[in-house]
């Protein structure tokens, strides 16, 4: 069994920044794909950024220069760093990765970004 905790959401002013982490846990061997969606209200959840194992990484146009995924492979963790955050940030977060030939979804962690 996977669990993915993720942490680090919560409210910023605009222009600032936070950081998001996802830890793995359980049967965790490699990891192909790692990657950050989020969802508004209404609205689909879109990905954000995504990082393969070999630190192949890609964004949405939205977030290009201002967001950087990593991950730490000795700690089976993904990290979101969202700089210059705007009001249209604002959404729930999803971690999600493959292991084996599954996708697993984190719980989602809130981020707003409001004045």
């Known amino acids: 069994q996977v669990r993915l905790v993720e942490s680090g959401g919560g409210l910023v002013q605009p222009g600032g920044s936070l950081r998001l982490s996802c830890a793995a846990s359980?049967?965790?061997?490699?990891?192909?794909?790692m990657g950050w969606y989020r969802q508004a209200p209404g609205k689909q959840r879109d990905l954000v950024a995504q990082i393969t194992s070999s630190s192949v990484t890609n964004y949405a146009e939205s977030v290009k220069g201002r967001f950087t995924i990593s991950r730490d492979d000795a700690k089976n963790t993904v990290a979101l760093q969202m700089n210059s955050l705007k009001p249209e940030d604002t959404a729930v977060y999803y971690c999600?990765?493959?292991?084996?030939?599954?996708?697993?979804w984190g719980q989602g962690t809130q981020v707003t970004v409001s004045s």
């Open positions: 999600k990765v493959l292991i084996g030939s599954r996708y697993y």
């Open positions: 359980g049967s965790v061997s490699v990891i192909p794909f």
